[in-house]
């Protein structure tokens, strides 16, 4: 390649560039989702559930109690969660548990839950009738089960200290000495590394793709069906640099949300980190090379896919019916990725498509640097990545690409 | 005699079985105007299409005047495809001088022709708009400076008046004119008998593939002893014109057989109901 053709593969990358950002629309796919999609997802959605869990602590839900004879003591264990009790001396047939003519009441919000309650020799026996699909109803349930195990609780020791035996030896024979979380060896910085590595691989391969649809699209079968396609093949440059511009074009769209993507990943991670929630991976300078350029043969063998599958369509809709559906080619192996064992595992898989670059990334972000494993993924990814270019230099050759449907 | 800048030597074009063009022989000369006329499927894109090295031919060779290929030296072509081709989310100065700059010319270079085109054309003002709200008209004169701006030895306009308003397609024949004056080559293709008589020195009648005729209008009514290009055209074309073939891919066995399953049939009853009301 000759500094002609650097430069008009240059001029053709910065034109699809610069001509996909024009539309605002694309701004906010490529740089505001990426970039706020993990700290809403880890910030923003506790919160909500913290809050939605405050007004649901702060409701007092209506609780029947049906049954001949309550303790006081397991009343008083009730009535300490804000609780409306209605007492209803009535007698139960067997089994408690069946809800009877009780369902109307449940099914027209007149009481939250019922408790039926009946002693038998020495045992209580219970039912909680209650609505699994109605959050007051489940919440009325948890606090009567709450109650009622604290209550059993007290009632246990009483029994045990009764018979003359120590209540603390009885019910607890077998008990860890120190602190737990001090004989495990991990470094906070592996288990961090460990639960990212769950989640981290399958977002970058997921990320990757879907945002490289759209850009790949529009520059193949979008050019071909608006016509712009046949001005361009009749420039002075081959069809290899046009396949490079755009896949330049798109790699660096692409690239540029995935790293929004792993910002806002990062950010979000150093929020929970500073509330003990989760700690920050330790990374060697080896491991984040060989994550980056995991990543880089993934992404070059990805576009020049999703370019040539776009560049076979004859229009826009026949490439997003073709490009949308190929997600499951990386979601499946995604999620085959996160249940693989990594002690003990067999090399093979590291030279399986998609698979070995996810479990790379697994392994390298718990710390892992297995000089064979490398080897394996590497040549395979490299292999991949050249078969992709490969077939996309086929597609762009194509005589037809230049006839439009408009 | 002008000299030869582009020479077409046995050119067959086939997509597939289909032939598109066959056995073509043309030399453009320096300074002309040549007309490609024919119906709809004749073969003048595709002609155009070789010309401009987008396609290879099947067979024969298509040469620039130092023997070159056509395909290698596509720097000394200026294109307008009857799509015209430009992107909507440019300029129509972003539109040329990206096209300038896969040419290898500078932009200052670009600027200085497009510039004294556009004041001809009166774009200038329009330059710095976004071609996405430009009529039919602006973007053709958009598309012609842009396959000017870089200072090319052969034009090459496919249907440039198509779907023009009268004013719009009497400023493109008049720079094709102005064009010729200033010594320029240029290969106009259209179906209009008309305007090419008026446009060009030149004037080459293709039909189904191949070439009926070559020669200046008056050449043409001397050759069929005819009164107008009119009636030398139907004279030159009296076989039937076959559909254009060119663009019609094959499609795969399935995708044929989910089409005629998906296809419903016309109702032939209701059809003839109607018949017998009318």
Partial sequence: ???????????????????????????????????????????????????????????????????????????????????????????????????????????????????????????????????????????????????????????????????????????????????????????????????????????????????????????????????????????????????????????????????????????????????????????????????????????????????????????????????????????????????????????????????????????????????EHIAIWFATSLAYALLAAYYAAKQFSREDIVTSLS | MAKTLMSITNVSKNFGDIEALREVNLDIRSGEVVGLVGSNGAGKTTLLRLMSGVYAPSTGSICLEDGTPVAKMRQRLGVVPESTGLYSRLTAWENIRYHSRMHGVSDQDSWKRTSRFAEHLDMLDSLGRHTKGFSRGMKQKTALLRALAHGPSVLLLDEPTAGLDITSARTVRALVKQLRDEGGTVVYSTHQLSEAEQVCDRIIIIHNGGIQADGSPNDLLKQTQTTNLEEAYVSLTQEKARPREEDSKKDGRFTRWWRRISTPKIPKFEIKEVLESE
């Fill in chain 1, 1 to 371: 390649m000759n500094n002609n053709s650097f430069s008009r593969i240059k001029a053709i990358a910065k034109k699809e560039v610069v001509e996909f950002s024009r539309d605002w629309r694309t701004i906010i796919a490529i740089i505001i989702i990426p970039l706020l999609m993990f700290p809403l997802l880890f910030i923003m959605f506790p919160l909500l559930m913290e809050s939605e869990a405050a007004e649901l602590d702060s409701l007092e839900v209506k609780v029947i109690v049906q049954s001949e004879f309550l303790p006081e003591t397991l009343i008083q264990e009730i009535n300490s969660s804000n609780i409306d009790l209605t007492f209803e001396n009535t007698s139960i047939d067997s089994p408690l548990s069946s809800p009877g003519d009780d369902i109307q009441r449940l099914r027209s919000s007149s009481t939250d839950a019922i408790l039926r309650i009946e002693q038998r020799e020495d045992i209580w026996y219970y039912a909680i009738i209650h609505i699994s699909t109605s959050e007051r109803s489940s919440e009325a349930r948890s606090r009567l089960l709450t109650g009622m195990l604290n209550w059993e609780d007290n009632e246990t020791s009483r029994r045990i200290s009764d018979q003359g035996l120590d209540v603390n030896s009885t019910l607890d024979p077998l008990r860890w000495d120190g602190d737990i979380s001090s004989a495990d060896v991990a470094t906070q910085g592996e288990q961090a590394g460990m639960i990212l590595s769950l989640f981290i691989p399958l977002v970058l391969a997921v990320w990757t793709f879907s945002s490289a649809i759209q850009p790949s699209i529009d520059m193949t079968a979008g050019e071909r069906e608006r016509g712009t396609l046949e001005a361009l093949l009749s420039l002075p440059c081959t069809r290899k640099e046009l396949l490079f511009g755009k896949w330049l074009a798109v790699a660096t769209i692409t690239g540029i949300g995935v790293i929004l993507q792993v910002c806002g990943l990062l950010f979000a991670i150093g929020y929970l980190a500073s509330s003990s929630v989760i700690g920050v991976p330790e990374l060697s300078v080896p491991a984040i090379f060989l994550i980056i350029c995991s990543i880089m043969l993934f992404a070059i063998m990805v576009v020049a896919l999703e370019l040539a599958l776009a560049m076979r369509s004859h229009s826009v809709k026949e490439a997003g019916s073709i490009l949308g559906p190929a997600i499951i080619l990386i979601i499946f192996p995604a999620l085959f990725t996160q249940v693989i064992n990594l002690d003990g595992i067999e090399n093979f898989w590291f030279a399986m498509p998609v698979v070995n670059v996810l479990l790379a990334l697994r392994e390298l972000l718990m710390g892992r640097v297995i000089i």
